[in-house]
């Protein structure tokens, strides 16, 4: 078990280092949400554990959810730190979105693809 101070947008992080298996769990959620919080999580990537175990690739799908179901734990990490940067449709000026680091997607949104999902415009990004 390892627990960071970078993680930002998941609560924990199951990760398999050859035959070795580890779970990376954020400082911040533990902080947020205390003891009841994070014991949800704990279990969720107890299940990604398991799933590393079989064989099987760490994602969200039909087994997870039938494990999580049985386990009582959230199917998907809630938010638990504020975004850094804002993206916001360049029609109707909604936020759509965030970025915890400054990436490609906040620095040039308009040559990325990306297109608001209000108005399938281009991007647009300011500092929260």
Aim: aromatic share 8%.
């Amino acid at each position: 078990v390892e627990v960071s101070s970078k993680l930002e947008r998941a609560a924990g992080k199951a990760i398999k280092r050859g035959d070795d298996m580890v779970i990376r769990f954020a400082v911040g959620a533990y902080e947020k949400w205390g003891w009841e919080g994070i014991t949800s999580t704990i279990r969720h990537e107890l299940i990604h554990i398991v799933q590393f175990t079989k064989g099987r690739t760490g994602g969200h799908g039909f087994d997870f959810e039938i494990m999580a179901d049985k386990v009582d734990c959230s199917k998907h990490c809630e938010k638990f730190t504020e975004y850094k940067y804002n993206l916001l449709c360049s029609e109707c000026g909604d936020l759509v979105g965030g970025r915890h680091r400054k990436s490609k997607v906040v620095t040039n949104p308009e040559d990325t693809g990306y297109v608001s999902p209000c108005c399938r415009a281009t991007l647009e990004s300011e500092e929260a």
